[in-house]
């Protein structure tokens, strides 16, 4: 009974982990079911810190906003705009193919895309079933990656899936190294705490 | 059973020491990237953190790249501690601080580079002039070059002067005669021709006058190519023709060299010009040992 009752806690915070690591799961796995061949687009909260996500043409230094074409590979940049509210929404869009993702872009919404082929759109989604599911395309050193990276720093509330990232050691270090460049580029103390503690380390 | 657990427990020694440092490689490798994503985070964020590290006993590596991430944090209190460290911290960590003030080019802690310069040894000179170097600021090198007797410690100002291109500064220096080979080769490297031009028309020092005309061939192109010809022609001396023709062969000139073969009347110069273009590895060779089987036939 002593030894059950000294086990408790420890049991509570694995099935805690367990229920979040199978609800995580089933969110993504939802996701992945709403999501049909071809382009797909999402809109989440997001914390956009005075930027704007777009493709841009430039000239002598000065952006200009211009359609990203999502059947090319059209670079996208994050371009400082004082006129941008810190939270807003931002536009996601994946490409699946074969049941899989294999382009991932997130935009801000006021960015227009063109494509040859139709776009679905699912809507306004819960941070968090989006964030389930683009943490699944971070797996190795790879484009998809980096784009999944990229859209997941821009949700709301992004900080702890960004940790996770970085303390998964079974990831690549250039992803984990991903990780910890948009943490230091968002607001957030909990960002800031992590890398004190990570520097405080032995 | 005792097999067993002996050996799991040999394989439990070999695999712990090996766990650990796996881990510390990692938790190494993770605070180096942290430092280094400072660099895009807003800089009243990322400089108590920077602080922090600066303080702890944390390795040189990792402090030096909070030096690097120190150095770029546009604030006065960031400048001021990256110059707080410069003066009072020892060894490696001391000449990266030197040189990160460098880099950050900050007016006040350039400033308190002169002083360090002062009391340092002859590593702590060396960073300062790196630092110096770095900034682009060669009017404190050549306030160095100028108040130094020391010749070590102005071969190593002019030295950098040269790596600079500061071209005034050398020419200002002009008169310390004694130190005339040092400058000479500076006056090379920062492609000052018209001071080698000088030197080598100026017979009062024999000596200078030779290694500033061999010096043209290091900084090369067609006035040059024209000028050490036209000294070959020229020469008073053998030994002033063979610092020409070793110019030459410095600036890869193997057409003034041919010509001057071609020029040439004398058995032993023509025999020196053809050794020459030999060295140089020249087609020209070729071109000559075709034209003299033509001739024979």
């Given at each position: 009974m002593t030894s059950f009752a000294s086990r408790l806690p420890r049991l509570v915070v694995l099935s805690a982990l367990f229920v979040a690591v199978v609800a995580s799961e089933s969110r993504a796995a939802a996701l992945d079911d709403a999501l049909g061949e071809g382009w797909n687009a999402w809109r989440v909260a997001a914390d956009m810190i005075r930027t704007t996500r777009c493709c841009y043409s430039w000239s002598i230094g000065q952006p200009t906003m211009q359609a990203c074409d999502l059947d090319r590979r059209t670079a996208v940049s994050v371009v400082q705009d004082?006129?941008?509210?810190?939270?807003g929404e931002m536009q996601l869009y994946a490409l699946i193919e074969s049941g899989r993702a294999t382009r991932i872009l997130a935009l801000s919404p006021q960015c227009p895309v063109s494509t040859m082929s139709g776009i679905s759109d699912l809507g306004l989604l819960e941070s968090g079933t989006s964030l389930d599911w683009l943490h699944g395309?971070?797996?190795?050193?790879d484009r998809l990656s980096e784009d999944s990276l990229a859209a997941i720093a821009a949700h709301s509330g992004s900080v702890n899936a960004l940790i996770g990232i970085v303390e998964n050691?079974?990831?690549?270090m250039g992803i984990r190294e991903q990780a910890l460049f948009w943490m230091a580029q968002s607001d957030y103390d909990e960002a800031f705490d992590f890398f004190t503690s990570i520097l405080a380390r032995n | 059973m005792k097999n067993i657990v002996t050996t799991l427990f040999a394989c439990l020694l070999v695999a712990a020491p090996a766990t650990l440092v796996a881990q510390s490689n990692d938790t190494e490798e993770l605070k180096i990237a942290a430092l280094e994503a400072l660099?895009?985070?807003?800089p009243e964020r990322a400089l108590p953190i920077v602080q922090r590290v600066l303080k702890s006993d944390d390795s040189d590596e990792i402090k030096e790249r909070a030096l690097f991430i120190l150095s770029q944090i546009d604030l006065p209190e960031a400048q001021a501690l990256l110059a707080d460290t410069a003066r009072t911290a020892t060894g490696e960590l001391q000449f990266e601080a030197i040189r990160m003030t460098g880099i950050s080019g900050d007016t006040a802690a350039m400033a308190g580079l002169s002083a360090i310069y002062e009391t340092g040894n002859m590593e702590v000179r060396e960073a300062v002039l790196e630092a110096y170097l770095i900034a682009d600021d060669s009017d404190a090198v050549y306030q160095i070059a100028a108040d130094t007797e020391d010749p070590d410690e102005f071969e190593a100002a002019v030295e950098t002067l040269g790596a600079m291109g500061a071209t005034e500064q050398l020419r200002q220096l002009r008169d310390r005669t004694e130190m005339s080979e040092v400058l000479v080769e500076a006056y090379a490297i920062a492609g000052d021709v018209e001071s080698l031009q000088t030197l080598a028309a100026d017979a009062s020092d024999p000596e200078v006058q030779l290694e500033a005309i061999s010096a043209l061939g290091m900084v090369g192109g067609p006035d040059v190519n024209t000028t050490l010809v036209e000294i070959y022609r020229n020469a008073a001396s053998e030994d002033t023709r063979e610092a020409a023709l070793e110019g030459m062969m410095i600036a890869g000139h193997d057409e003034g060299v041919l010509q001057l073969f071609h020029e040439s009347e004398n058995p032993a110069q023509k025999r020196e010009l053809l050794e020459m273009l030999v060295v140089m590895d020249s087609d020209a060779v070729w071109d000559l040992i075709d034209a003299t089987l033509d001739e024979q036939q």
């Open positions: 004082n006129t941008a509210p810190d939270h395309y971070v797996t190795r050193d050691r079974s990831l690549p | 660099i895009s985070a807003p």
